[in-house]
Every structure is written in C-alpha cells, then in structure tokens.
C-alpha cells in the first residue's frame, strides 16, 4: 500500500470587522503609534465586537469558507481540532461547539492548547491520524479571542494582541505532498514569563483575583522575547537542515506574528529573504492560535503547488516548533 501523506486542501479565515489602531490605544494607555510600531511593528488590531461572541464565532466562518471552497459537505468531516487559549468556556470544548454550529455531526472534535503554538501542535496531530488512514477529512482550526484576556490598562500587553480564526482541511495523499516534517517542543520553565494568574484549579476566581486583574495576560516581555528569538529560529533551521532545504528552495516562511522583531531574526537566522516571509503583523497584531493559518489564508493566491513551506512558532508554555510541508494546490485556481 501505497505511503498517505496529510495534505492542506482548503484554508479559510477571518477577522472581526473592529479595527483597533494604535492612535486608539494612546488614548487608552500611555503609548504612541511610534512606540508601538518601533518595537513590535504593530499597526492595528481586530476586535470581536457584539454580547455573546467568543471563539467559536470566529472559528465558524473560518470553517464554512473551507466547506464551501473544498466542497466538502459537513457530515464527511470525521475530526476537528480547535487551538485555543481563549475557549467559549471551561468546558465543553470549544471544538464541540464549532461543530455543533457548522452542521459537523459525524466527527469527534477536542480542543488543543499550546499557547502560540497550538496550530502547529493541533496540524503535527491531525497529520498524523490522516497518515495513518484512521481520518480522511480533518479540520484544523487556531481561533482566539485575545481582547476577552487583555488588560486595556496594561500598555506592555494591550498593544500586542488581537482576535481572529483560521482553518485548514487535511486529506490524505498519494503524491509527494503535505506535511513532511516535524519538530514540536516544550519546556514548563518558561511558564512563570508568560500565563493567566487566575481562573484555573490552582487560583480559582474570586472577587481578589478580580479585583487584582489576575484574569489577564501576564508578561515579562524581556525573557519572552530572548527565549522565543532562540528557540523559533533553532527549529526552523534544524528543519531545514534535515531536509536539505536551502534559502534558494524554500519558497516561504510562515512564522508566529508575534513580534516584528522575532520574525525578522528568525529569517535571518535561516538566510532567507524578507521577500518569502508571509508578514501580516501590522494589521492583525497576534492572535495567538490563528496567526499561522490566518497567513495561509492571506496567501493563499500566492502558493503554488509543490512549494515549500516551514511554519514556525514560539508560545505559552513554553512552547515552539517548526513543520515543514509541500503545499497541496495552486492557490489562485480556487
């Protein structure tokens, strides 16, 4: 029998229409557009607007567009993962519920978290039950509302974050296609830098926690940032290297938007130009789980069968890791 290969073959996205500009934020906090744009490279963010949206929100129109534009109708879907930080609630899963909404009746769906990298974890997973010939349409969604945990008092947070969904189709493949490599890693050390205070078992929610804002990000920007430069360009250019994969014939990097500054080392790093890095940062800021396939979904017009891909990323946890894959179709035929 012939080797299956997990191959993407529809990406869908959205943002919420709110834009949220730095000259908005200054009048929020203490801050300035070009103190924003100087050290992230952030211009504006979407914001989920409206009582009762969540996540999952998002996370639907991202997997209506891949229904519709793959063809797929919703009780051929057999998986659904869903990366998060930002869950509708505790339980049940925010997957369960972008089912429910999308028709999806046929599929098992769970929730992932791994930070900034739960899209790259939740792929590296549904890859594998496509390999093994136990699902053959899974949907991978990142979706995070990051205004629902972000103090709009804090300027050294409140300017980074932003709401958006992404998703992709898995199917099995024949051809020499789809995801190829991996490497995905994790060390807990770096969960004191950068986590949510309260609302988990360890520290409940109470009026304190709620009263101390224990409910929002908390980031030591500092030991993030030095961590994630390191460690996102390392896996990216192991990757490579394992591959042999060179700065002429990879055709694009897709990192974390998390920081100008990080995709930019991360690039050098790996000596390819800025002209092959897909780079949205300054309209969406980081939306965590939905950067990478928010990317994709931007770019898709501009891929081409075959070409070579390395997603990489850096998050809560922490965690970071890089996949390498060949993209499944000529994007500007859809």
Not at 164 to 187: R, Y
Not at 268 to 292: C, E, F, P
Request: aromatic fraction near 8%.
């Amino acid at each position: 029998m012939a080797k299956l290969n997990a191959v993407i073959t529809a990406v869908g996205g959205y943002v919420p229409d709110y834009v949220l500009t730095n000259e908005e934020l200054s009048k929020m906090v203490d801050t300035s557009d070009e103190w924003i744009t100087t050290r992230v490279g952030i211009r504006e963010r979407r914001i989920l607007k409206g009582e009762g949206k969540g996540s999952s929100d998002m996370g639907v129109e991202a997997v209506n567009q891949v229904l519709q534009k793959s063809g797929t109708s919703p009780d051929e879907v057999d998986m659904l993962i869903c990366a998060t930080v930002t869950p509708d609630h505790v339980f049940p899963a925010t997957a369960n519920i972008i089912s429910d909404k999308c028709n999806i009746r046929n599929a098992h769906s769970f929730d992932l978290n791994a930070g900034c990298s739960g899209f790259l974890y939740a792929l590296d997973t549904a890859a594998k039950f496509v390999e093994t010939g136990a699902r053959k349409k899974v949907i991978v969604v990142g979706a995070d509302k990051m205004s629902s945990i972000t103090d709009y008092t804090d300027r050294t947070t409140c300017v980074l974050f932003g709401d958006g969904a992404g998703a992709v189709l898995l199917e099995p493949t024949t051809e020499d296609l789809g995801v190829t490599d991996s490497i995905l890693k994790s060390d807990g050390f770096g969960r004191v830098y950068l986590h949510q205070k309260a609302g988990g078992s360890v520290k409940p929610p109470t009026h304190e926690t709620i009263d101390n804002r224990e409910h929002y990000i908390y980031q030591e920007g500092r030991h993030v940032f030095k961590h994630a430069v390191s460690k996102m360009a390392d896996v990216a250019v192991e990757v490579m290297e394992r591959n042999n994969i060179t700065a002429e014939t990879l055709d694009w990097l897709v990192p974390h938007q998390a920081n100008m500054r990080i995709i930019e080392g991360t690039a050098q790093r790996m000596g390819i130009d800025k002209s092959k890095v897909m780079i949205n940062i300054q309209r969406y800021g980081n939306t965590t789980a939905a950067t990478l396939p928010l990317c994709l979904w931007e770019w898709e017009k501009k891929l081409k069968k075959g070409d070579n891909l390395i997603l990489a990323t850096f998050g809560a946890g922490f965690t970071w890791g890089a996949i390498y894959l060949k993209w499944g179709y000529d994007g500007d035929k859809v």
